[in-house]
């Protein structure tokens, strides 16, 4: 079993700066993907940003300039970097890990969540 915790989340005005952190534990071989999704009031989830353990990354388009995101594999951490925060970005984010807990078994977890809230 793997288990997710994030930390980082709060309000902060608009052209603010947040930071996410969400640590992976428990009993695993390696993390292939990390990343963090969003969801908003009345709307679906939607991915933010995605890191795999080479380092390659992607992101949402909305996102795109203003956040990064990054990993330490040795902690088994990853980080997503906020800048230049818009009301729109204000959601429930979440952490996502695709992990192998061992050879040929692979499983998705998923993160509490926890409130960005960004105030014009």
């Known amino acids: 079993q793997v288990r997710l915790v994030e930390s980082g989340g709060g309000v902060v005005q608009a052209g603010g700066s947040l930071r996410l952190s969400c640590a992976a534990s428990?009993?695993?071989?390696?993390?292939?993907?990390m990343g963090w999704y969003r969801q908003a009031p009345g709307k679906q989830r939607e991915l933010v940003a995605t890191i795999r353990s080479g380092g390659s990354t992607n992101y949402a388009e909305s996102v795109k300039g203003r956040f990064t995101i990054s990993r330490d594999n040795a902690k088994n951490t990853v980080y997503l970097q906020m800048n230049s925060l818009k009301p729109e970005d204000t959601a429930v984010y979440y952490c996502?890990?695709?992990?192998?807990?061992?050879?040929?078994?692979?499983?998705?977890?998923w993160g509490q969540g926890m409130q960005v809230t960004v105030s014009s």
């Open positions: 996502n890990a695709d992990v192998w807990e061992r050879v040929l078994i692979r499983n998705d977890y």
């Open positions: 428990g009993s695993f071989r390696s993390i292939a993907l």
